[in-house]
């Protein structure tokens, strides 16, 4: 009896606070960047706002649901649900809808649901359960491959949907490697590679190796001088050296046009404003335009000139740009940067492993979406069109991220019952 | 080893607090610390005007200017900027009623109340200027220069096509179009849409509350100039055309003439037509309704392109052709004629009286029927097939690669395949092996199931003047530059029929003209080859079919001309195409009483000399 009543009691509410905060941010704010005269009721079903209402109630009755199943279900099943997404991820291949260049979208009735959402899910799902196994140690090498493999599966397979942006997320999870005894350097390298892309294109070449070379001689010079760590460095320089004079053709050659105008465009080669530097600087100037305070919910002038395309998915932190100003959008930063480190918190209270990596892959995935969505709004990444977690328009995200949470609010407040 | 691991956990948050504090930094720049993207205070709005590029202009093949632009002005309106609008005044500016207004606002209203969208199209320059003066008090209303597609010659409305407002699928479809921007329906408009249209650029200004204009948004740093589209150099000759159009006056058909070495078309005229200065700015939809609405003319509808007719005769050259290639028939090759050519059940394929017997050169000149049913029943009956329909497959495969039963691909929007019909169709029809040469022996004269569009038939005596390759027809020769080349059309088409095989048939085609069916055709000095035919219409009066090319010798025009309704293909094609030719090469026509009555002859609504004629129509040619 106790149990049962229990569960509602220990459920970590600040987490299902802060989803709330953010699933209702999102929807005044679809309803403000769609906003039309017209059809001023926020329950109009013909219009996005009233949509995302629909999507966020089936959403609740989704969080409502997993709070309910019995926590072991999810470690129980981790494999089979990789694997059914994994199905689906394929499946999609053949028999998805192109949706905007990208074939991920199956068509149920009237709405796409896309499977790559949930496979972000079901990927940390199997990635904790693989990882929690007693014999598993991410430091021998045959463990490493399983583990790589796990998440490279389906990067590879959305890859294939040509949907770029989903599949750069599932690199999020090295930091689930890393946390379980990955080498520090895994993640410091995937960070640092695309930095050192970006800067060769902006930087001569030869000055950028340089002061590549200083900073390899000032590494001999403070490292222990053993013939291992000198080769180590001279590799690391060559390496890197090596890397910078490849990106050009790297962009030229492997990427495809729309992505080669997106990275010119992030490093201020290609100043055209009606192609791919539209939509980033029509984004600056809307949220620049908002100032500190904002111009006051609805009253936005540039987001609603509609010339943003993805208004309300992608790019939905113009409008809380422009119409709450510095103060509202940097509280949405804080809110969500105070929401990853309580995850990381509570995943390390944890004392199922499984639910502990489950929570670091929760944490690393929602952080990979905030951190790319945003750093393309503010035009310090290339755009990449991925959804701003729990905020952007659309049903798949919406559902597969509440989903995500929700898994770990469940194992976190049967936490307390394994006592 | 595992309480080390748990410090990760401090990188790991302090990896994230860092993006995060990195972000705020961000938002600080952008928002706070730099004017670069502020607009001033009091709530100015930025305008985003497009730049509309000045469309292509196009050419004939002599340098004539065919299609130009000239200024015109649209009204826009931006319906959330509208404030308190002095109605009646506005709309007495641009005479329209209360209620109008109302409806077009709203209009707009649903497009997007953010958007500018057209308010009213096209206005001419002498309004404009009186327009301009008032339009301060108007917020939310604006003007923009935009252009108006002139036509110089009112002639080949069908191939030059027309422009029109991106309607809102189009607009989902393909995010380079928004509202009002103009694109190519039809015709040449439609087919270089994407060379002719240039780029649009944008310039974004400042206004104020007031609707007044303070200048470019951070001078300009983020316009864009537009580039003016591409011009084009057609291979047409505006006078040939013109000509051609006379001649077809209240007629029914069309004339497509094409330079045989090069598969450029000289004209292409498709009757009736219309004056394609109809089809332009706000008078545009109103008259494409009523052009719409003429069931009878159908002048919309593009005849050279899109009508396909049974070939009749003229389809007697194909068999002469194919029946040499496929070693049944020599040009010494005789067969007699005892008037007509017996199918089975006591029916007859009908011929008329000539003598006899007729070699191959003779059969094309005299046009017998039994000897091209011959010809043809030889070529089915082939002994090196296992069976008929062995034998009509490969003619299948020969005569596709005359350019019949499918596009040629040529670049004015829908071309039509025409039909060369199938075995597959046969065996539906008759039941699989129930059907020999007899079944389908009408195709050997060029009646049946088969279909030939007019450019198909132009294109039959190109590859023959030519000996048996062509250039796919085009009428775009050169794109941007007069003397380059239209690189799309430079590839060149075999036909499956040796070189060797041409002769005999251009030596019959030069007697048809001579001393054949088309005597009409004759020009002094110089040699026409042709062939009449005749295509059985089931609902009136047969159509009068004519192909010929000229000179013998290199040459320069290879034309079809169909006279619908016209009956027998000597009274009314022949002469139309012989009087083309001569326009072409000589530059002038001195056979004045033949040009009058050709022009003068009306084939619609009048009685046509001789038409009782009707049945021996398809016996004599
Ligand atoms: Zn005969």
Known sequence: MRENRGIFYRIDWVLVGIYLALVIAGWLNIYAAVYDESHHHIFDLSQKYGKQMIFILAAFLLALGTLIIDPKFFSQFSYFIYGFFLFFLILVIFSGREISGSKGWFAIGGFGIQPAEFAKMATCLALAKYLSALDVDIRKFSNLVIASLIILAPTLIVFLQHDTGSAIVFFALVLVLYRAGLSGYVPLTIIILPALAILSLLVPKLLLTGCLLVMALIALFFIKRRLKNILIIILVFLASTGFVFSVDYGVNHILEKHQRDRIYVLVGQEIDLKGAGYNVNQSLIAIGSGRFFGKGFLQGTQTKYNFVPEQSTDFIFCTIGEEQGFLGSSLLVILYVFLFIRIILSAEKQRSRFARFYGYGVASVLFFHFAINIGMTLGLLPVIGIPLPFVSYGGSSLWAFTLLLFIFIRQDSYRHELI | ?621
């Not at chain 2, 650029?201 to 300009?220: A, H, P, Q, T």
């Not at chain 2, 004015?412 to 025409?418: K, V």
């Not at chain 2, 326009?583 to 009048?606: A, C, F, H, P, S």
């Open chain 2, 1 to 621: 080893m595992e309480r080390v691991l748990a410090n990760r956990k401090y990188i790991i948050i302090g990896f994230f607090a860092l993006i995060g504090f990195f972000f705020l930094v961000r938002l600080f720049y952008v928002q706070i610390l730099v004017d670069k993207y502020i607009l001033s205070a009091n709530n100015n709005v930025l305008r985003y005007m497009t730049q509309y590029p000045a469309r292509g202009l196009i050419f004939d093949r002599f340098g004539k200017l065919l299609v130009y632009n000239e200024a015109a002005y649209d009204l826009m309106v931006i319906p959330r900027q509208v404030k308190k609008p002095d109605t009646a005044a506005l709309c007495e500016l641009i005479g329209i009623d209360k209620q109008e207004f109302i409806r077009r606002l709203e209009k707009a209203r649903n497009y997007s109340p953010y958007r500018p969208s057209i308010f009213e199209a096209q206005i001419t320059r002498e309004n404009y200027g009186y327009l301009e003066e008032k339009l301060f008090r108007f917020p939310g209303f604006f003007v923009q220069l935009r252009t108006l597609r002139k036509y110089t010659y009112s002639v080949a409305a069908h191939t030059l096509g027309y422009i029109g407002e991106a309607g809102p699928d189009l607009i989902a479809k393909n995010s380079y179009y928004k509202s009002g921007d103009y694109i190519g329906i039809s015709g040449i408009e439609k087919s270089y849409e994407e060379v002719l249209r240039g780029k649009k650029g944008m310039k974004i200004r400042v206004f104020d509350v007031l609707n007044r204009d303070k200048g470019s948004f951070r001078e300009g740093k983020y316009d864009t100039t537009s580039v003016a589209g591409i011009d084009l150099f057609s291979s047409m000759d505006a006078d040939l055309q013109l000509y051609g159009e006379q001649l077809m006056t209240n007629k029914k058909g069309s004339i497509v003439a094409i330079e045989p070495s090069t598969g450029e078309i000289l004209c292409i005229v498709s009757s009736p037509s219309y004056d394609p200065n109809l089809l332009v700015g706000n008078i545009r939809k109103k008259n494409y309704t009523l052009l719409l609405q003429d069931t009878v003319f159908n002048p919309l509808f593009n005849r050279a392109l899109m009508a396909s007719y049974p070939p009749g005769s003229t389809f007697k050259l194909v068999d002469a052709l194919i029946g040499q290639q496929e070693g049944v028939l020599t040009p010494e090759t005789r067969y007699s004629c005892p008037g007509g050519f017996p199918i089975g059940n006591g029916k007859v394929v009908a011929c008329h009286a000539h003598p006899s017997p007729l070699d191959l050169a003779g059969g094309i000149q005299i046009s017998c029927n039994t000897y091209f049913c011959r010809v043809f029943k030889s070529i089915m009956d082939n002994k090196s097939y296992v069976n008929t329909r062995a034998a009509f497959e490969h003619w299948r495969k020969l005569a596709l690669s005359f350019g019949f039963g499918k596009k040629l691909g040529i670049d004015i929007p829908n071309e039509l395949n025409g039909n060369i019909p199938t075995a597959a169709y046969y065996d539906k029809y008759h039941g699989k092996n129930r059907w020999r040469a007899m079944t389908i022996i009408s195709l050997g004269i060029g009646q049946g199931e088969i279909g030939i569009t007019p450019v198909q038939l132009a294109n039959l005596a190109c590859l023959i003047a030519n000996k048996g390759w062509f250039y796919t027809p085009h009428i775009i020769r050169a794109i941007g530059r007069k003397d380059s080349l239209n690189q799309a059309f430079m590839t060149k088409k075999i036909v499956s029929v040796d070189a060797s095989y041409f002769d005999v048939v251009i030596e019959g085609m030069a007697n048809v003209v001579t001393a054949g069916t088309a005597r009409g055709a004759q020009i002094d000095s110089i040699t026409v080859c042709g062939k009449t035919g005749t295509a059985q219409n089931p609902h009136g009066k047969n159509h009068s079919i004519f192909i010929a090319f000229a000179p013998r010798e290199n040459p320069r025009i290879a034309i079809s001309v169909v006279c619908e309704n016209a009956g027998f293909g000597a009274t009314w094609a022949a002469p139309i195409a012989s009087l083309m030719i001569e326009k072409y090469l000589k530059r002038k026509v001195t056979r004045k009483d033949l040009e009058e009555r050709m022009i003068n002859g009306n084939l619609i609504n009048g009685k046509v000399p001789g038409n009782e004629r009707e049945q021996r129509d398809i016996l004599q040619d």
